[in-house]
């Protein structure tokens, strides 16, 4: 079925240290792969996304990397910071013709300075 | 500037009630979609809308119905709210990217 994990739930990191997610996604017809991230009590806000015929994005501090092959894709956050605090939800698209999302189940990242 | 409101941001009521939870959204987007977040399961699609008075199921669909009369404005309604359904609803709207609304915190008592 349609499945997306995301690894790991929790992650603390102190200011300065890099952040790694990883997401596995079920269906190798998926080609489009946003991550989302969510502060305490906000709504979620896409940070960056990447489709299926690009290995690797980078917009400043935040990269993501797809390896079709595989079935999985990762969020990188380098020089993290205290503002980075928050919830990461990556996800995946189903379906043809009209492309829904499924979510992976979220990571918590806290950046301690 | 980009806006998804949605009609409430807390609302409390009582098992066996009807409880009506509306979307707005001003981008004149085709997609509109409902989610529950609870802690541990991330988002989880209840039903979505890529047209007027069209509607699919998403994955989680018991005890929910929608409408979509108007573009801008997507509905979604429990029909006999249980304590099960309490949770945080979270609206979107897309044309590619999905844009969230500020959500609507539900506690069914």
Known sequence: GENVEQHPSTLSVQEGDSAVIKCTYSDSASNYFPWYKQELGKRPQLIIDIRSNVGEKKDQRIAVTLNKTAKHFSLHITETQPEDSAVYFCAASFGTGFQKLVFGTGTRLLVSP | ?109
């Not at chain 2, 806006?3 to 509109?32: A, P, W």
């Not at chain 2, 429990?78 to 999905?98: D, V, W």
């Open chain 2, 1 to 109: 500037d980009v806006k998804v409101t949605q009609s409430s941001r807390y609302l409390v009521k009582r098992t066996g009630e009807k409880v009506f939870l509306e979307c707005v959204q001003d981008m004149d987007h085709e997609n509109m979609f409902w989610y529950r977040q609870d802690p541990g399961l991330g988002l989880r699609l209840i039903y979505f809308s890529y047209d007027v008075k069209m509607k699919e199921k998403g994955d989680i669909p018991e005890g929910y119905s929608v409408s979509r009369e108007k573009k801008e404005r997507f509905s979604l309604i429990l029909e006999s709210a249980s304590t099960n359904q309490t949770s945080m609803y979270l609206c979107a709207s897309s044309m590619m990217e999905q844009f969230f609304g500020p959500g609507t915190r539900l506690t069914v008592l």
